[in-house]
Nanobody, 125 residues
Framework: QVHLVESGGGLVQAGGSLRLSCEAS????????MGWFRQAPGKAREFVAA????????YYGDSVKGRFTISRDNAKNTVYLQMNSLKPEDTAVYYC??????????????????WGQGTQVTVSS
């Protein structure tokens, strides 16, 4: 079992930055692929970014490419999402997810086994 706790959300003006963190419990974090997804009110869950177990392979959603950066620190059991040049349309609850099924990054929510509770990100115009 893996327990994920997100932090770092908040209110920021358009053009600003935030860094989300997701700390995982357990001793096998380094073997999990990790992902970030988001869901805005009334909208479907959207893939944001994913990183493989080694941190080498990374995928981004088209809407965040060039603005967001995912990274991981296996020694700290933590994955990060650095969000720059934020836009009002980035407003959503951001969820961290871990996959014990695949070791490479995945854009598919169904391939993730564990999810955090989410952290709210609000970008004002």
């Amino acid at each position: 079992q893996v327990h994920l706790v997100e932090s770092g959300g908040g209110l920021v003006q358009a053009g600003g930055s935030l860094r989300l963190s997701c700390e995982a419990s357990g001793r096998t974090f380094s073997s999990y692929a990790m992902g970030w997804f988001r869901q805005a009110p009334g909208k479907a869950r959207e893939f944001v970014a994913a990183i493989g177990w080694s941190g080498v392979r990374i995928y981004y959603g088209d809407s965040v490419k060039g603005r967001f950066t995912i990274s991981r620190d296996n020694a700290k059991n933590t994955v990060y999402l650095q969000m720059n040049s934020l836009k009002p349309e980035d407003t959503a609850v951001y969820y961290c997810a871990a996959s014990a099924t695949v070791r490479g990054p995945s854009r598919l929510a169904g391939e993730y086994d564990y999810w955090g509770q989410g952290t709210q990100v609000t970008v004002s115009s």
